[in-house]
């Protein structure tokens, strides 16, 4: 009776803890998703080698590719090294199993931020880095950055499209991050009943890791005869049919290989998108005008989580935003040939 | 059941198949195919004089571009993406290990997917809140230093997941 009571004091100071974490994270998530592009940007500008932009946007998604496949290999590791339990009887502090995998990657960013201190020069957006504007640069606020960032986004309907178009594939992109534990968790246990005794998360995230690599090298051929806006109108196609292939398949075997297939569009994405982004989006408001891009992210990904919607009513909601991406990307398209 | 093993090694080979197709290696045997292509001539020269690229690059990255210019390009490129692949890839690293185990381990601590819900929601709403102007802050501020200021972060989130040795410091 005393230690149930313990336990559930525990319970509530201990989630919020938990959800502190999640908030620290969110920021950090949002500073890994612009100010390292942002920063790339911005050197390649001042060492005039824009031209190369391409090319170093594909090697980063190769790179990116390959420490995510080792990533889930030694995650997997990692979580077997040790049972998860307690460390002593009735204490609250628990050690090994799936916190293993948090352990290296606290290792991984110390290292992180010690290396970019000690590699890389200061750089600023384009704007503020004028030494004339500088005072003025210091008086503008973050507010009026975005101010600046969504006028812009506005006036242009490319970067307009741009903006709606990655929201809805990022947005299936996040919906699908989080339903793939409890959609294959369940397969699982249908087909498998009593003798279920957990998931290789590790591996199946490595393997949708190692497709989104093939979908990377999928883009480098097609540069060689498309340009990044046809090939975004055949990704966003082949997305919803792979979501529409989720949904009809009642297997976890013919569901988890629908999902590689997605994942093989999201690394065809990234480099597409990149690329559009970098000619579409002007050099000295790009850090904002991505973070405007994440608005409506974030507002597609609320909804569909809070309103907690099954895995399967989600993987609908991700196939029709497909459908709609692959027409607006079909307009963009148009209007980009058409300029040319 | 299942075999993901074996689907990972299937899907790991046609993988490789792909990507020493997309290669430069791929184009050192095959030439003829990627002729159009204009991003494999890395070391074919050495540079002759920087006076005339500076200016070539000031009239834009018109195809004119000569191949001395190219090749000192290159050059200052792939010192660029070397510096930025070791900050950014173990970056990607840190995140990426907590990708496959974040819902598996609030799972193994006994919340509801409502409850993991909410924790996934309260991230995304925070990055959300902060992504709308810390891309602004950072243009100003200097990237370098919110680069650095990601991993501080990042590290402090870490040590949250942790949460019954957080509660037996505070």
Same mark, same amino acid.
């Given at each position: 009776m005393y230690t149930n009571c313990i336990i559930h004091i525990l319970d509530f100071k201990s989630f919020s803890i938990l959800m502190l974490g999640r908030l620290l994270g969110g920021v950090a998530t949002s500073l890994l998703f612009s100010v390292f592009e942002a920063w790339l940007i911005g050197a390649h500008s001042s060492a005039n080698v824009m031209s190369h932009l391409g090319k170093s946007f594909s090697m980063a998604q190769y790179g990116n590719s390959i420490v995510a496949i080792l990533a889930g290999q030694i995650a997997n590791k990692a979580a077997e090294y040790k049972e998860f339990k307690p460390a002593s009887e009735g204490s609250g502090f628990y050690t090994g199993g799936y916190l293993g995998p948090f352990d290296v990657s606290l290792l991984a960013l110390i290292v992180c931020g010690c290396l970019a201190f000690t590699l890389w020069e200061e750089n600023y957006g384009e704007a503020s880095g004028n030494d004339n504007a500088s005072d003025d640069g210091k008086k503008t606020s973050a507010s009026s950055a975005l101010k600046g960032a969504f006028s812009a986004t506005i006036r242009s309907p490319?970067?307009?499209?741009? +903006?709606?178009?990655?929201?809805? =594939? %990022? +947005?299936?992109?996040?919906?699908?991050? =989080?339903?793939?534990?409890?959609?294959?968790?369940?397969?699982a246990k249908e087909e498998m009943g009593d003798s279920f005794e957990g998931l290789p998360f590790g591996v199946i995230f490595?393997? =949708?890791?190692?497709?989104?690599?093939?979908?990377?090298?999928?883009?480098?051929?097609?540069? %060689?005869?498309?340009?990044? %806006?046809?090939?975004?109108?055949?990704? =966003? +196609?082949v997305a919803a049919c792979a979501f529409l292939m989720v949904i009809c398949t009642g297997s976890a075997t013919s569901s988890f290989l629908a999902m590689n297939l997605f994942e093989m569009c999201v690394g065809m994405y990234f480099p597409s998108m990149g690329t559009m982004k970098g000619m579409i989006v002007p050099e000295d408001k790009r850090a904002a005008i991505y973070n405007l891009f994440r608005i409506p992210l974030n507002f597609i990904v609320l909804f569909s989580l809070l309103t907690d919607l099954t895995p399967k009513v989600s993987f609908i909601l991700c196939c029709s935003m497909m459908g709609v991406a692959t027409v607006l990307q079909m307009k963009l398209k148009a209007r980009r040939i058409q300029c040319v | 059941m299942t075999d993901y093993n074996l689907i990972f090694g299937l899907v790991l080979i046609f993988n490789i198949a792909v990507t020493f197709r997309a290669s430069s290696y791929w184009k050192k045997y095959f030439p003829d195919s990627t002729n159009n292509n204009d991003n494999n001539n890395e070391e074919e020269m050495a540079p002759l004089s920087s006076g005339k690229e500076d200016?070539?690059?000031?009239?834009?990255?018109?195809?004119?571009?000569?191949?001395?210019?190219?090749?000192?390009?290159?050059?200052?490129?792939?010192?660029?993406?070397?510096?930025?692949l070791f900050?950014?890839?173990?970056?990607?690293?840190?995140?990426?290990l907590q990708g496959p185990y974040v819902y598996a381990l609030y799972d193994a601590y006994g919340y509801t997917q409502h409850e993991i819900a909410v924790l996934f929601v309260a991230g995304f709403g925070s990055s959300m809140i902060f992504g709308s102007f810390i891309g602004g802050m950072a243009d100003q501020g200097g990237r370098k230093r919110f680069v650095i200021l990601f991993a501080v972060i990042y590290a402090l989130s870490c040590m949250t997941k942790r949460e019954y040795l957080f509660y037996i410091m505070i």
């Open positions: 490319d970067i307009l499209s741009c +903006g709606i178009i990655s929201s809805l =594939f %990022e +947005g299936s992109m996040y919906i699908f991050v =989080f339903m793939w534990t409890p959609a294959l968790t369940t397969l490595s393997t =949708f890791m190692v497709c989104c690599m093939a979908g990377s090298s999928i883009f480098s051929i097609a540069m %060689e005869k498309m340009k990044p %806006e046809q090939l975004a109108v055949i990704v =966003f +196609g | 200016s070539d690059v000031e009239k834009g990255q018109a195809s004119s571009n000569s191949a001395a210019s190219d090749a000192a390009a290159n050059i200052r490129h792939s010192q660029l993406l070397k510096k930025y900050v950014y890839l173990l970056a990607a690293f840190s995140d990426w």
